[in-house]
Each structure stands twice: as structure tokens, then as C-alpha cells.
């Protein structure tokens, strides 16, 4: 199962985010794609409410 990696509702990767290997690294990443259960589903819950792609995120430390 790779839904851990969609970032469309359809059920495909189509968003990314793309740090450069120099001068950077990556610390953490992941996608936007909150359970039924939590209380920021309402986010995403319909295309009324947003789109059908998700936020792909990177958290990263500049290198001296």
C-alpha cells in the first residue's frame, strides 16, 4: 500500500517537494492528510473545503 506517499485524493504522488542535496539537509517531511477522527479533517474533508492535492511538506537546516 503506498497511500502514505498520495498527495491527491485520487490516489496518485503529483505534489513534491524537491530541496536541493547542497547546502541542505533534510530533517523531516511528509504529507498533510489528516485521519477521519481528527479534528483537522474538516480541512480537507471535500473539495469545498480545499483542494484535492494535499501540502507536502520538508522540514530542513541550512548548512554554514
Given amino acids: 500500500d503506498n497511500s502514505a ?31 477521519k477522527s481528527s479534528e483537522e479533517f474538516r480541512l480537507i474533508k471535500d473539495r469545498n473545503a480545499s483542494s484535492d492535492h494535499r501540502l507536502v511538506w520538508a522540514d530542513i537546516k541550512l548548512q554554514p
Avoid at 9 to 30: E, Q, T
Fill in 5 to 35: 506517499n498520495h498527495t491527491a485524493h485520487w490516489g496518485m504522488r503529483a505534489d513534491y517537494v524537491l530541496p536541493s542535496k547542497f547546502g541542505i539537509n533534510l530533517l523531516n517531511s511528509g504529507v498533510f492528510w489528516p485521519e
